[in-house]
């Protein structure tokens, strides 16, 4: 009786399926209501679909030199205008998204594979193996990032999956600690007691308990990260450690603008216009993924 009376309790883990997607649906709709998050959502599947389709609608090659035309401003010919060596700006801007937009999507899958796993068992078996995850992650927390990339950079080389790897490796450590947090709330609850008592191994729990019930912290988490590995990309490439030419993201285009923007001001603004416009939609985005899956809204 004891037994069945506990497979009941874990099957009543979640509420029935109708409640539930009634939960997912009263979430979107509050997103839907959110003005600022659905202009970021709209911006950034904009950016998104130009970047896919950049080698179709770009007027130019993005190694294209015109070294007669030089650094020319806008015309109807170059919209944005072109660099010192007559490249046009707008297909380096569209080849640069493509880059730039990749790196914070597979990097923040990086983080977030590293981050999820770390703190769901931390969070989950607790004890001294919590404490000595979680000092790890301080330790790693005090580390400056930038050394780290640049020994990664020279005893690996540069690359495209090297940056990708090295700057997931670094923001996974916030993820962790919020997954864990997470964790340890749901660790305590009455169907994950159950299922203990039921014999069900620890990765089952995990899987199918655990990282379900904090997904949307997840969400959020992931979604507020991309932003930021964009901003870290853009920063190692003005630093000369990440995308290197014939490449080009928006941080290389933004440190090529600091160079020539006294004489050439249009290669400075129309990358950093570009890149603050979708930092900011992810940011919105964000921030609306948090109001519209937290619960306690509704109330307020």
């Not at 995990?206 to 912290?217: L, R, S, Y």
Request: hydrophobic share 50%; glycine share 8%; net charge neutral.
């Amino acid at each position: 009786m004891r037994k069945r009376g506990t497979e009941r309790l874990v099957n009543q883990r979640e509420p029935e399926s109708s409640d539930h997607h009634s939960l997912w649906r009263d979430a979107f709709a509050r997103l839907g209501c959110n003005r600022p998050a659905m202009a970021g959502l709209a911006i950034l599947l904009s950016m998104v679909a130009v970047a896919f389709l950049t080698p179709w609608i770009a007027p130019y090659s993005y190694a294209d030199q015109n070294l007669e035309l030089g650094a020319a401003p806008p015309s109807p010919e170059h919209w944005l205008g072109t660099d010192l060596f007559g490249r046009d700006l707008l297909t380096r801007i569209l080849y640069g998204s493509r880059v730039s937009l990749a790196v914070g999507a597979l990097a923040t899958a990086v983080a977030l594979t590293i981050g999820v796993l770390w703190g769901t068992l931390a969070g989950y078996l607790g004890g001294r193996l919590d404490a000595w995850m979680m000092r790890t992650v301080d330790i790693l927390y005090a580390l400056p990032f930038t050394i780290f990339i640049i020994l990664l950079t020279v005893v690996f080389g540069r690359s495209l999956l090297l940056l990708f790897l090295a700057i997931g490796c670094v923001e996974w450590l916030t993820m962790a600690r919020i997954v864990r947090g997470q964790v340890r709330g749901v660790r305590r609850t009455a169907y994950v007691e159950a299922a203990i008592t039921l014999g069900l191994s620890p990765w089952r729990i995990m899987t199918a308990h655990v990282i379900p019930n904090v997904i949307g912290p997840i969400i959020v988490c992931a979604t507020l990260t991309i932003p930021n590995v964009i901003l870290l990309e853009s920063f190692l490439s003005f630093l000369g450690l990440g995308v290197q030419p014939p490449e080009s993201s928006w941080g290389v285009l933004i440190a090529y603008g600091v160079e020539t923007m006294e004489e050439y001001p249009w290669l400075l603004y129309w990358p950093v216009a570009v890149l603050t416009a979708t930092l900011l939609s992810l940011n919105f985005l964000g921030d609306g993924l948090r109001d519209a899956l937290d619960p306690r809204s509704e109330l307020q």
